[in-house]
């Protein structure tokens, strides 16, 4: 019979090790481009939140303008009804819109994980008391809610936003959490860390969640954009504090100062793209997790990539048959 033999090339054969699959994980999102977009986009609005001392040329609510004066070299995104800088009002607005919804995003996601997960993998009466409170609250209208508890609260800053929020956006998470759990609860891995002793936090922390990072990735994605959507909308409404810059709150005072009728349309434009921008770099991200996460959406790899499989490294040689074999 023919014998198959593995030559190496010249040294002795080299193994690659494989990164950690979190590392993997990075790697494929950073060569996605529709995550690269994605990113680019939220880093900037991450960094001018950041960098908003430094970025704002005028105190936002200072008076250091003629009124509704267009965008200029002086003025780059214009001035308002009362003669105040909107670049700097942007700027200052992008930090409270962003810090809102990126804290109120982690709130929800963290709730909504130790919830579902824990339920799912629990069972039992603990998976009936925790499946119970969160279709309480999943049935529950999200923001008529979020709007009643905000405007019983005493002193409505961003942070109140930020937990009010937080508070109240979490069960459809849990909800899906907790089926993704279920699916795990059975596994031989997961029965072989109890025959080993492991604690029911070690088990959900060690060997569960890790299987769920891209689920998770995506569901903090939504809770962010949902936070900074929700804020924007009490704010607009004039729910919050009204001396605190934000996208919401930009808005609420274009729409009191009847920008349209008066053709400011410099006023309106700078938050309402931002919230859009946001919007679309976060789709975008999860876009990119779900083809990472789902083989299925995942592009067939080049001719090119196939033909060299094997590398350098290993080249599979099969002798000519000799006579008799067969």
Request: proline letters at 6%; aromatic letters at 10%.
């Amino acid at each position: 019979m023919a014998e198959v033999s593995l030559q190496s090339t010249g040294n002795p054969i080299a193994l690659r090790t494989k990164a950690p699959k979190r590392f993997q994980t990075a790697r494929a999102f950073l060569k996605n481009g529709k995550a690269v977009v994605g990113l680019v986009i939220f880093l900037f609005f991450v960094l001018v939140g950041i960098l908003a001392p430094v970025l704002a040329t005028h105190d936002p609510k200072a008076f250091v303008g003629l009124p509704w004066q267009p965008p200029s070299g002086q003025w780059w995104f214009g001035t308002t009804d009362q003669g105040q800088d909107i670049y700097s009002q942007w700027v200052w607005g992008t930090r409270t819109s962003m810090a809102v919804g990126l804290a109120s995003g982690l709130i929800s996601t963290i709730i909504a994980v130790i919830i579902g997960v824990f339920a799912g993998y629990k069972g039992g009466l603990v998976d009936a008391i925790l499946n119970t409170i969160t279709n309480i609250v999943l049935v529950i209208p999200g923001f008529p809610l979020t709007l009643v508890i905000a405007s019983y609260v005493p002193e409505t800053g961003p942070m109140a936003i930020t937990w009010v929020i937080g508070l109240t956006s979490w069960a459809g998470a849990a909800r899906l959490k907790r089926s993704q759990a279920l699916t795990f609860a059975g596994r031989d891995f997961i029965v072989a860390a109890k025959l080993a002793g492991a604690s029911d936090l070690r088990i959900i922390f060690v060997e569960i969640l890790p299987n769920m990072l891209s689920f998770v990735f995506n569901n903090f994605i939504f809770a962010a954009l949902g936070g900074i959507l929700a804020e924007a909308g009490l704010e607009f409404i004039g729910i919050g504090s009204p001396m605190t810059p934000s996208w919401g709150n930009m808005l609420n005072w274009a729409d009191h100062g009847q920008a349209l009728l008066n053709g400011g349309w410099w006023w309106i434009i700078p938050p309402g793209l931002s919230i859009a921008l946001i919007g679309l770099a976060f789709v975008l991200m999860n876009f990119a997790m779900d083809e990472i996460s789902n083989p299925r959406l995942r592009k067939p790899p080049k001719l090119s990539k196939l033909k060299s499989v094997g590398g350098p490294y290993l080249r599979m040689t099969v002798p000519a048959a000799e006579e008799g074999d067969q």
